[in-house]
């Protein structure tokens, strides 16, 4: 995510942070290399002129120049103005008894897939949210988010078949809503492959009828520039109250999520990271603005850790690291931890300093054949790892559809890191223990 307008904009201001002090002349020259950094990440022409223009303004102010590290001043600057542009002023979304929140956008946007996210989202939330499919031009909408709905086990009113009128579905939907415990109900409405009028003005009587509390634009950021044009038209004909990005996870440049927020003065509500359903979180413009400048996101991976790592697994998994007890049943539960985080490359993102790593990757792949060596032992081959002898590994490479020397390489690291946890064991538990006037070598006895 962002991660070539991220990349630019970091290599800009460690440039800028080398210098003692700052002129006119360094501002001006970093500030036409962000410009440019905007323009190549599709970010719209005239919201990169006016982001940099009050950029321009309170960087050459008094106390940014005579300060004793102006760099770092520069970069506050910055980063505060990226979380107004990202939506400083961003507010939650409704979600008292009651709601509607109509979603609407172009097909293949991701609008059925994001309303069936957002539902996923609302239940974890401890809400009760019920799914109402709207979309009459095409069937397999319809079917989809009812496959969705049943994964996430949320209740979902479909039309029949025949239905042609949407006001008549949703009349019906809302007779079906009286009857179920739901307190939030989310509209999936129908697309087209392009604006047009008919579009239109079929959202606008729906919008009309329903009386929503929220209408949120679904808009694929990989589009760019086409983006920014759709989220104006929806908004100027719909008065859209937010927006959710998706396919983040696939798009290197990211402008148009910076466009957006400008041109609709609506903020980025939720965005969507990949193709899973709980791949999918608010946008929190100041932590946002933080994973773009590369200081990190440690909120958002707290969080995200604590919904999914059990505290008692946690708990039993440290003592056995502590003791050097861990072993290859330990080593899969781990594994089971951190995919439920998601992608490995997301997590790092949000640790400060990572995404400065030039060409540092996480390979997937390797992570799946070390999985799928694991995997092919016996419980007590994972438990005891002394017992993988020649024959025993040879079955296991076969197993697994890995290379014997694979296999060979994985035991030896996991046995060095055993070693190394036994001897911090010892190390900590001789400085626990260390008698009373006993010191360091070289260090006066107390």
């Known amino acids: 995510m962002f991660s070539q307008l991220s990349d630019k904009l970091q290599d800009i201001f460690k440039d800028l942070r080398g210098h003692g002090t700052i002129s006119e002349t360094n501002i001006s020259d970093a500030l036409r290399e962000v410009r440019m950094a905007l323009l190549e990440a599709d970010v719209d022409f005239q919201v990169a002129k006016d982001f940099i223009a009050r950029v321009r303004t309170k960087a050459l102010g008094e106390d940014v120049l005579r300060s004793v590290t102006p760099g770092q001043q520069i970069v506050k600057i910055f980063h505060d103005e990226l979380t107004a542009l990202l939506g400083g002023d961003a507010s939650p979304l409704a979600m008292e008894k009651g709601t509607r929140i109509l979603v609407v956008g172009l097909n293949g946007a991701g609008k059925t897939t994001s309303s069936a996210k957002l539902a996923n989202y609302l239940k974890k939330q401890g809400r009760s949210p019920a799914l109402v499919a709207l979309d009459l031009m095409r069937p397999a909408a319809i079917e989809q988010l009812a496959t ?89 004909a719909l008065d859209i109250s937010g927006i959710v990005l998706t396919k983040l996870d696939g798009d290197a440049r990211g402008g148009a999520a910076l466009s957006m927020r400008q041109v609709t003065q609506r903020p980025i509500k939720f965005v969507g990271l990949g193709e899973k359903l709980d791949q999918f979180e608010p946008c929190i413009p100041d932590r946002l603005a ?41 080593f899969l539960d781990q594994f089971k931890m951190m995919k439920k985080l998601g992608p490995l490359e997301n ?38 790892p002394e017992l993988l002898n020649a024959r025993r590994r040879q079955r ?48 006066p006895r107390g």
Request: aromatic share 6%; proline share 3%.
């Open 148 to 236: 969705l709905a049943r994964q996430i086990d949320v209740p979902i009113f479909t039309p029949s078949l025949e239905e042609k009128d949407v006001l008549r579905a949703a009349k019906n939907a809302l007779e079906w809503a009286r009857e179920q415990s739901a307190s939030i109900l989310i509209f999936d409405t129908a697309g087209r492959q392009e604006i047009d009028e008919p579009l239109v003005q079929e959202l606008r009587r729906v919008r009309e009828f329903l009386q929503p509390q929220e209408v949120l634009l679904v808009a694929d950021s990989a589009t760019g520039q086409q983006a920014v044009s759709v989220a104006k038209h929806f908004h100027e």
């Open 290 to 330: 933080g994973r773009i400048l590369g200081m990190g996101d440690v909120l958002s991976l707290v969080e995200k850790a604590a919904a999914a790592i059990d505290e008692e697994d946690a708990k039993r998994m440290e003592h056995k690291l502590r003791t050097a007890s861990f072993d290859f049943n330990d």
């Open 396 to 443: 296991i490479a076969r197993g697994s559809g890995q290379t014997v020397t694979d296999v060979n390489e994985l035991l030896h690291r996991f046995t060095q890191m055993r070693k190394m946890m036994k001897n911090m064991g010892k190390f900590k538990k001789m400085m626990m223990t260390k008698p009373r006037g006993a010191g360091f070598p070289g260090s």
């Open 347 to 384: 997590i790092l993102g949000m640790l400060p300093g990572m995404s400065n790593l030039k060409g540092f990757s996480v390979d997937e792949k390797q992570l799946k054949r070390v999985e799928a060596i694991v995997l092919s032992m016996t419980s007590d081959e994972r438990a005891k």
